[in-house]
């Protein structure tokens, strides 16, 4: 079957125009998570989304950083009056339940490039 | 805080030495993850181990898992040149899976 698509997969903005990421997890995946890997950097946890539950905005850098979920399907992440600084490969992963028990599958990630 | 941190940063070694990689975390686990990342894209999930194992094997991959001091090693046997990319651990202390900043592995041919 299908595995985790983001789209788009490379987007070049102005600094402060606003961008819109697009994940679609796997069918069935309850779990979504975003994450944003700077170049030669670790992976930074953004929000995670859980089934029907509130989601875990605690890795949000600021206020301009939005995400959404639509029931247990796709997934968009917003940056508003992007920066320089918001430059980055943006990763989606989708899991059958928590991470604390089960492995997450990655999609192929947008690169962002903030002029 | 990152919750894993790998050891070392960068490895350098020859096709068909080991390769070793380690990781510490900080707060109790259910279990602990390694994934692998080419080309700074999206990862690959490799191995779990859960918080009651102590090894796991998986192909030329060896993981294991010492919960009293924190720490896991990644051992990959015969290494190839396939094998060139970054390797990073995880856990999910509370369902917000959290990654260490990796260890870049380099096969020299």
């Known amino acids: 079957g299908a595995g985790v698509s983001q789209s788009p997969s490379n987007k070049v903005t102005e600094k402060g125009k606003d961008v819109e990421l697009r994940c679609d997890p796997i069918?069935?995946?309850?779990?979504l998570y975003w994450y944003r890997q700077r170049l030669g950097q670790g992976l930074e946890f953004l929000i995670y989304?859980?089934?029907?539950?509130?989601?875990?905005k605690s890795g949000l850098p600021s206020d301009r950083f939005s995400a959404e979920r639509t029931g247990e399907s796709v997934s968009t992440l917003t940056i508003q009056r992007t920066q320089q600084e918001d430059s980055a490969v943006y990763l989606c992963?989708?899991?059958?339940?928590?991470?604390?028990?089960?492995?997450?599958?990655f999609g192929p990630g947008t690169r962002l490039t903030v002029l | 805080s990152q919750q894993g941190e790998e050891d070392p940063q960068a490895l350098s070694i020859q096709e068909g030495e080991n390769a070793t990689m380690n990781c510490s975390y900080k707060?109790?686990?259910?279990?602990l993850q390694w994934y692998r990342q080419n080309s700074g894209r999206g990862l690959v999930h490799l191995i779990l181990?859960?918080?009651?194992?102590r090894e796991k094997h998986s192909g030329r991959l060896r993981v294991t898992l010492d919960t009293s001091k924190k720490s896991s090693s990644l051992l990959i046997t015969a290494s190839r040149a396939a094998d060139t990319a970054s390797y990073f651990c995880a856990t999910a202390p509370d369902d917000k899976i959290i990654f260490g900043k990796g260890t870049r592995l380099h096969i020299l041919p």
């Open positions: 989304f859980q089934g029907n539950s509130a989601p875990d």
């Open positions: 707060t109790s686990i259910n279990n």
């Open positions: 069918s069935g995946h309850t779990a």
């Open positions: 181990i859960r918080s009651n194992e």
């Open positions: 992963a989708s899991g059958i339940g928590a991470s604390s028990y089960n492995e997450q599958f």
